[in-house]
């Protein structure tokens, strides 16, 4: 790493604000220390943007906890150096790291909805930030900070509690405490992974001025390689607690060197633009996952509608004061159709009404109007046996592999648990077949035994996978299948799909909010807003021409999907 | 802000990070289910090890007090031995009544136990089973149940049991049993509280609307899924309820409602020895240890099953 003073543009003199050398963070757990992070360097130069790029449990988040002096209890600094302006402050003392937050070191947390105290209004957790600064904190101080961040009416909204403010707009009050007392250096960890895309995109351009505005350094940490690119001047890329490979941006999406950085950025969906099962055609080797076998192909018929949903209506009670309630239009006049051996996705932002459609798909909630025809039959006049019947064939994935399984099951009965309840053959027989689905989903037969907590979120995303299909189905209903995983792992999860279609012919209706998912996967796709259906077409059509201005926004929020890419990435 | 500054470009030596297969799995075995797991964890845990064998013994010494001693506790008490300290053969000493304690203590143990055990027992069935049908399906059923439970919680101990006691059948058949139905009416809103909660807490997991999925059954998911899930705090409760009924049985015998005076009973003997605290005060201490021991083993007992069904405990 260069430390010589160079000399920039503007003809300053420039030494490194933040300079990150050799860092070693090591965790004391149960069972002994456990190094987190290993030879970490990096270095923020006045007024530059860099981003830490990894998946969860690389050491992001670990290394700027480190450089702000939050780790938790059990973690500490046990190698290295933080250099702030010249001065190490790896170790130092809780009174000088006091002094620096807030005014020299800024921090945006994570998750919007946790990080504010519900119990405070939004004002006077500003004023408190100020006012521990030794800032001037009165009420019109504050409000100017809210409106800087971009809060509109930010005397009257000071006013308001967190519960009352978006998502989008805690994210503002946050970012503004983060900026209030205009640190040199303000910490992003993940800003906007918890908000819509099209919201994500105006927190970021409007941090991108203020920042830019008063000078101040950035480390934008993320999971999104292409969001990072976007956005940053220099990526740095951990992986497992160490620095991969760091340079600046474009150059390292074009020509990544590290081995973990090619895969990344092969596997990132925001950047990769061509459809999986396409892709393979062509022969691009997309995946290791197969398992031993050659692929039996299943000719998809392409011209029958398995699912068709006319009209389709959720209406909501909403109950307001006494005896009174209001009516919330959740799904409002839905029509489409799935051909078979196809994937439809529904795209939309959170509220869109998209994940209601999903349970009214799978019977788990009823329509207020509108049809259901599931192969020919309207799926709201079964009877309980023949949903019993229905449900063998329609089968759900769950966004949350983490929740989507019983803890207190282990892996071969929470399998097992669809053949046991459909009375599918003897012990045995059912044994066996929990082998040879643990098989599909690549995963080894020593899984059986083992509890979800003891697996990664890919291995039980791959679980539930395997359950789905337990039963033969023709239609899975993924809700939202891969939005918890980390690039990597979504790109496997995404592989295992694709192949699983053109093997057994399996239909998908794909539940998202992530645009750049439905490129890679999907043959159809059906844009929501607000409970209405706004465009549909082939995947293609809808990427490549969008009609409506909603879908415009949506495709063009999508970080880093403008950066230009070598033709062997894209 | 981007600037055109040179930035270098850093790639870290390969072999100095290995590449390891994003979804690496330890291959080792572990048995199948859920209860053989637990009970191979179980075996192996000192707390449980000794708890099992203090319960044992508690309940060996229950069925069989003549294998403990061969003094005859109740009927040949001598006045003249009131409050006398411990003699050949009455290692404790004599009740103010001059009744050997040691024997009191040994055949007061059935009578404690069979209340506490029962009661804890009958308490579980019921409670856990309104409150994880209230919990569960809510609605109108959740407020019948929730109501009906605050009537009996809302009636203090003593007060109720005096009422109820009063009923003829009640008063007729005065013994363990009685004792036990007392408290179980009183006791199992408490039990059936916690389970609602706790139930509330895991109905809408995503792993119960995937097992209806599934085609479960509402029924099915609630036993199969929910509750097991809901049980750690059913235990811990259940194992200190244990200790609060063998009190409350002294405490309904101090007022003469709970166990007549010819059944032997460490809550009979904690309420007789009151009046000898300050001249002997070890005749008040022995039944009380002898009450504290049998409760912490179940409390160890209830602890050490809590972590083994607990799959997040799981290490190797």
Same mark, same amino acid.
């Given at each position: 790493m260069t430390t010589d003073v160079r000399i920039s543009e503007a003809g300053l003199a420039d030494k490194p604000l933040l300079e990150i050398r050799d860092l070693a963070i090591s965790f004391k757990t149960g069972s002994g220390e456990v190094q987190a992070v290993r030879n970490a360097h990096l270095t923020i130069m006045p007024g530059e943007t860099v981003a830490i790029v990894g998946e969860s449990g690389s050491g992001k988040s670990t290394t700027a906890l480190a450089a702000i002096g939050l780790l938790p209890g059990n973690g500490r600094v046990s190698g290295g150096q933080i250099l702030l302006d010249g001065e190490d402050i790896s170790h130092a003392s809780e009174k000088r790291m006091i002094e620096l937050r807030g005014?020299?070191?800024?921090?945006?947390?994570? =998750?919007?909805?946790?990080?504010?105290?519900?119990?405070?209004?939004?004002?006077?957790?500003? @004023?408190?930030?100020?006012?521990? $600064?030794?800032?001037?904190?009165?009420?019109? =101080?504050?409000?100017?900070? #809210?409106?800087?961040?971009?809060?509109?009416?930010?005397?009257?909204?000071? @006013?308001?509690?967190?519960?009352?403010?978006?998502?989008?707009?805690?994210?503002?009050?946050?970012?503004?405490?983060?900026?209030?007392?205009?640190?040199?250096?303000?910490?992003?960890?993940?800003?906007?992974?918890? #908000?819509?895309?099209?919201?994500?995109?105006?927190?970021?351009?409007?941090?991108?001025?203020?920042?830019?505005?008063?000078?101040?350094?950035?480390?934008?940490?993320?999971?999104?390689?292409?969001?990072?690119?976007?956005?940053?001047?220099?990526?740095?890329?951990?992986?497992?607690?160490?620095?991969?490979?760091?340079?600046p941006s474009l150059e390292l999406l074009q020509n990544p060197q590290h081995p973990y950085t090619q895969r990344l950025v092969a596997s990132a969906p925001s950047l990769a633009s061509r459809r999986i099962q396409v892709a393979k055609e062509l022969g691009v080797e997309s995946d290791e996952l197969l398992a031993p076998g050659g692929p039996v192909v299943v000719e998809p018929t392409m011209t029958e509608d398995v699912l068709q949903i006319q009209n389709l209506r959720k209406v909501f009670k909403l109950r307001s004061g006494f005896g009174k309630s209001t009516d919330f239009t959740a799904v409002d006049d839905v029509s489409f159709n799935v051909k078979r051996g196809t994937t439809t996705?529904?795209?939309?932002?959170?509220?869109?009404?998209?994940?209601?459609?999903?349970?009214?798909?799978?019977?788990?909630?009823?329509?207020?109007?509108?049809?259901?025809?599931? =192969?020919?039959?309207?799926?709201?006049?079964?009877?309980? @046996?023949?949903?019993?019947?229905?449900?063998?064939?329609?089968?759900?994935?769950?966004?949350?592999?983490?929740?989507?399984?019983?803890?207190?099951? $282990?892996?071969?009965?929470?399998?097992?648990?669809?053949l046991r309840t459909h009375k599918v053959g003897d012990k045995a027989s059912r044994e066996k077949k929990v082998r040879e689905l643990l098989d599909q989903v690549a995963l080894p037969q020593s899984t059986m035994q083992r509890y979800p907590n003891e697996l990664s979120g890919g291995q039980r995303q791959r679980v539930a996978i395997a359950r789905a299909l337990a039963l033969d189905p023709e239609?899975?209903?993924?809700?939202?299948?891969?939005?918890?995983?980390?690039?990597?792992?979504?790109?496997?999860?995404?592989?295992?799909?694709?192949?699983?279609?053109?093997?057994l012919g399996l239909t998908y209706l794909f539940i998202t909010h992530d645009l750049a998912v439905v490129r890679q996967i999907a043959d159809h796709v059906c844009v929501m807003e607000k409970g209405k259906l706004v465009e549909t077409g082939s995947t293609d059509d809808v990427f490549d021409a969008p009609q409506r201005d909603y879908t415009k926004a949506l495709l063009h929020a999508i970080p880093g999907a403008r950066l230009m890419l070598p033709p062997e990435v894209a | 802000m981007k600037t055109n500054r040179e930035i270098e470009h850093f790639v870290a030596p390969v072999?100095?990070?290995?590449?390891?297969?994003?979804?690496?799995?330890?291959?080792?075995?572990?048995?199948?289910?859920?209860?053989?797991?637990?009970?191979? @964890?179980?075996?192996?845990?000192?707390?449980?090890?000794?708890?099992?064998?203090?319960?044992?013994?508690?309940?060996?010494?229950?069925?069989?007090?003549?294998?403990?001693?061969?003094?005859?506790p109740n009927n040949n008490c001598q006045l003249a031995n009131s409050d006398g300290a411990p003699a050949g053969g009455h290692p404790l000493g004599f009740t103010f009544q001059g009744c050997d304690v040691y024997a009191r203590i040994i055949h007061g143990t059935q009578a404690s136990l069979m209340v506490g055990v029962f009661s804890v027992l009958f308490v579980a069935i019921i409670g856990v089973t309104l409150g994880a049908i209230a919990g569960f399906y809510g609605g109108w059923i959740d407020a019948v149940i929730a109501r009906?439970?605050?009537?009996?919680?809302?009636?203090?101990?003593?007060?109720?049991?005096?009422?109820?006691?009063?009923?003829?059948?009640?008063?007729?058949?005065?013994g363990v049993w009685t004792v036990v139905m007392i408290?179980?009416?009183?006791?199992?809103?408490?039990?059936?509280?916690?389970?609602?909660?706790?139930?509330?807490?895991?109905?809408?997991?995503?792993?119960?609307?995937? %097992?209806?999925?599934?085609?479960?059954?509402?029924?099915?998911?609630?036993?199969?899924?929910? #509750?097991?899930? %809901?049980?750690?705090p059913i235990i811990v409760l259940a194992t200190m309820e244990l200790g609060v009924f063998i009190v409350a049985e002294a405490t309904l015998s101090f007022i003469g409602i709970g166990l007549p005076g010819s059944i032997m009973s460490w809550g009979n003997d904690i309420a007789a020895a009151r009046s000898s605290v300050r001249t002997n005060p070890a005749i008040l201490l022995y039944p009380a240890i002898a009450l504290s021991v049998t409760v912490l083993s179940f409390i160890m007992l209830g602890d050490a099953l809590r972590d083994a069904l607990d799959p997040k405990s799981r290490q190797r």
């Open positions: 005014n020299t070191i800024g921090m945006v947390p994570q =998750d919007p909805m946790s990080n504010l105290n519900p119990v405070w209004k939004i004002g006077y957790q500003v @004023k408190e930030t100020l006012r521990a $600064n030794g800032r001037p904190s009165g009420p019109a =101080d504050v409000a100017e900070v #809210l409106s800087q961040a971009g809060l509109p009416d930010a005397e009257r909204r000071a @006013k308001q509690y967190p519960h009352e403010f978006s998502g989008g707009m805690r994210q503002r009050a946050l970012i503004a405490i983060g900026l209030s007392c205009q640190p040199r250096l303000l910490i992003a960890d993940e800003p906007t992974s918890a #908000l819509d895309v099209t919201v994500q995109r105006q927190i970021l351009d409007h941090l991108e001025t203020m920042t830019s505005e008063l000078g101040t350094s950035v480390l934008l940490i993320t999971h999104d390689l292409g969001l990072a690119a976007e956005r940053a001047d220099k990526v740095v890329v951990m992986y497992r607690g160490n620095v991969v490979e760091a340079g996705a529904i795209v939309g932002e959170s509220g869109s009404g998209k994940s209601t459609v999903a349970q009214m798909v799978l019977n788990l909630q009823k329509p207020t109007s509108g049809k259901i025809v599931f =192969d020919g039959v309207d799926t709201s006049t079964l009877n309980n @046996k023949e949903i019993f019947a229905f449900r063998r064939r329609v089968q759900p994935i769950f966004q949350d592999p983490y929740g989507s399984l019983d803890p207190m099951y $282990n892996i071969f009965r929470t399998i097992e648990e669809p239609v899975i209903i993924c809700d939202e299948a891969v939005s918890a995983l980390d690039v990597l792992v979504q790109a496997q999860v995404l592989n295992l799909l694709a192949d699983l279609q053109s093997r | 072999e100095e990070t290995p590449l390891l297969a994003t979804d690496s799995l330890k291959t080792d075995q572990a048995p199948l289910s859920l209860w053989a797991d637990a009970w191979r @964890k179980l075996r192996r845990r000192p707390l449980f090890i000794i708890s099992a064998v203090m319960i044992a013994l508690i309940i060996l010494v229950a069925l069989f007090p003549g294998l403990f001693t061969q003094v005859e009906l439970g605050d009537i009996f919680f809302a009636l203090p101990l003593v007060l109720g049991a005096l009422v109820v006691s009063q009923l003829p059948f009640m008063r007729d058949n005065r408290l179980v009416a009183l006791g199992w809103p408490q039990m059936a509280r916690i389970t609602r909660g706790a139930v509330m807490e895991v109905r809408n997991a995503d792993f119960v609307t995937a %097992a209806r999925s599934l085609g479960v059954s509402r029924i099915g998911s609630l036993v199969r899924h929910v #509750l097991p899930n %809901a049980l750690a």
